[in-house]
């Protein structure tokens, strides 16, 4: 892959298709709910690309990725509401505290394998659950609002829905670069050791604790901009709605179901993800009866028995087992840029 | 006076701590013999509530009497499970390992939501209950009772795999799978038994619990965390060290509570897990 040009032509005539098309999507649709259905695909994508790099690249999978989307949350949301500060800088603050978090959690919980650090995330998750939840300078169980005085672009706040589409939509690519960036580079070739051979890595002299640092950074910071986007997006946040465990559930969730450590497969994973939640609520009547629940682990159990990448990794191996494998234009310039 | 409550406060914890032994020991007892965490443990523990919630509603069985049968049930859900999933994935990379087990974890939950509700619901009367009072020591009966079975289980599950000849073959297979193969020890059948006790032990930690903690699909989490918290502690495949550990997460998390407050002792017992990896990841009779 290292000898390839830098961008394949038709892959990124691909990505550029897609992308207009995502563009011109909401100028077709007059209704809000619809447009709200399809800004919560955006996010969750958003989300799962950046759980992706340290979860499905570098293979340490964290099932407390709420934490980071809850301090992006927060931290904006505070800045906004103390000091005035817009919410476009308190991206970036939400991004920096999420990083300093991850970088101080994750130096003691690496040194777990695989499976005790999924449970150690967990655990950071619900102790900053519990602590948010009684903090009073957080207004703990009672959450935060939004002052609903200040509204257009300088405060991220709009009437319409449209504007929050575009700005997640703009997230969203913006997230998927940074993936692509770091999976066509050095760190990117670093990670995927780290994940498969970690001691043949180690022994080639990569630093796991330092690699696995970053990639947790990377993902902390971009997850935490997912947050702040949610703040502005609801005009409130409580412990309930940003830190709670079904978040980091959701996020862990989009990248398997679509396709772990492939760039596009948490966008396919999001886009299946939310359809089923949205259908089992109109279908079944309210969120209490489990169904999506039920709906979407069989799912993962499934992917995780026969096709451990995920619905993207089931489709290619399809594509490959058919006769004249790949020979459908249209659905293969898009999925032929995510390797399995 | 003082020194009252504090001896007060001793005793519930080594309660509680007992009964977190119990469902941590099922988990270690899993991740020894195959290497592999089950997500779906505090799930077990559900099911097991579950039981005696259904075994009391429709058939009027107190939990205690009913405590055979659920362990019986849990250790076919253990087995069934190892069978339709867990045997699939034991070659597979650990990232769909862990995906099968959360993914079981979320369906057990889903399908409890499904058919149960997400209410919490009570066994009103049981056999165990009201209260016992030890000299200045007041204690819930079933609080008592529930510790004195899982002190028996567990004891029970020391013996079976220090003192009979399948116990040992068990582990055998989790000091070292390849060596115990060789002496003819049917690993699958030992990865089968082993999640087949895990499942059963949860299940009857569960079946105790169920006299006096409310029942409802996810109340598997957090006995899941603190389960995790004590097997980190005791070390990774440890039965003796999981037992100790209980205890002394049982101890802190109710010391925690009367001293700084009983909103805070779950974040305790959580930050416990991060001072031991800090301090030592093996835990206190950990191997590796």
Known sequence: MSNGPLVNPRKAMGALALLAGAAVLPLLISDPARLNFLVLILMAAQMGVAWNIVGGYAGQVSLGHAVFFGIGAYT?????????????????????????????????????????????????????????????????????????????PAAMVFLSKLPYYYIILGLLVVTVLVAWAIERSHIGYYFRAIKDEPEAARALGVSLTRYKLIALSVSAFLTAMGGSFYAQKEMFIDPGSVLATSISIKIALVAILGGVGTLLGPVLGAVILITIEEYSRTLFGSTGSGTDMIIYAAMIILVAVFSPSGVLGLLSDLRRHLPGGGAKPKKATKSAEIRP | MTADILLQVLVSGLLIGLIYALVAVGLTLIFGVMDI????????????????????????????????????????????????????????????????????????????????????????????????????????????????????????????????????????????????????????????????????????????????????????????????????????????????????????????????????????VLSLLLIVLLVRPKGLLGKA
């Open chain 1, 76 to 152: 904006s949301t505070m800045l906004g509401l103390s000091l005035g500060l817009s919410p476009w800088l308190g991206w970036l603050a939400g991004g920096a505290v999420a990083v300093l978090f991850a970088l101080a959690v994750g130096w003691p919980c690496f040194r777990l394998k695989g499976h005790y650090f999924a449970m150690a995330t967990i655990a950071v998750a619900e102790i900053v659950q519990i602590l948010v939840t009684n903090s009073d300078f957080l207004e703990g169980a009672v959450g935060l609002s939004l002052p609903l005085d200040r509204s257009g």
């Open chain 2, 37 to 268: 965490v089950n997500f779906a443990h505090g799930e077990f523990l559900m099911l097991g509530m579950y039981a005696s919630f259904w075994a009391f509603a429709l058939f009027a069985i107190d939990p205690v009497v009913a405590l055979p049968f659920t362990a019986l049930l849990l250790f076919a859900v253990g087995v069934v499970v190892y069978q339709t999933v867990i045997r699939r994935i034991l070659k597979a990379p650990m990232l769909s390992q862990i995906f099968a087990t959360f993914g079981l974890m979320i369906l057990l939950r889903g399908l409890a939501q499904f058919f149960w509700k997400p209410d919490h619901r009570l066994i009103p009367h049981t056999l165990v209950g009201g209260n016992v009072v030890l000299g200045p020591v007041q204690l819930g009966l079933p609080q008592v009772v529930a510790a004195l079975g899982a002190v028996g289980v567990t004891g029970a599950l020391w013996l079976f795999l220090h003192r009979t000849r399948l116990g040992t073959a068990l582990e055998a297979t989790a000091i070292d799978r390849e060596a115990a193969t060789l002496m003819g020890i049917d690993g699958q059948k030992m990865f089968a038994l082993a999640w087949g006790i895990g499942a059963a032990c949860a299940g009857v930690a569960g079946g105790l619990i169920a006299t006096f903690f409310p029942i409802f699909p996810e109340v598997g989490s957090n006995f899941i965390l603190i389960a995790f918290v004590v097997v980190v502690l005791g070390g990774f495949g440890s039965v003796t060290g999981a037992f100790l550990a209980g205890i002394i997460v049982g101890l802190i998390e109710v010391m925690g509570g009367f001293l700084i407050g009983p909103e805070y002792k779950t974040a305790l």
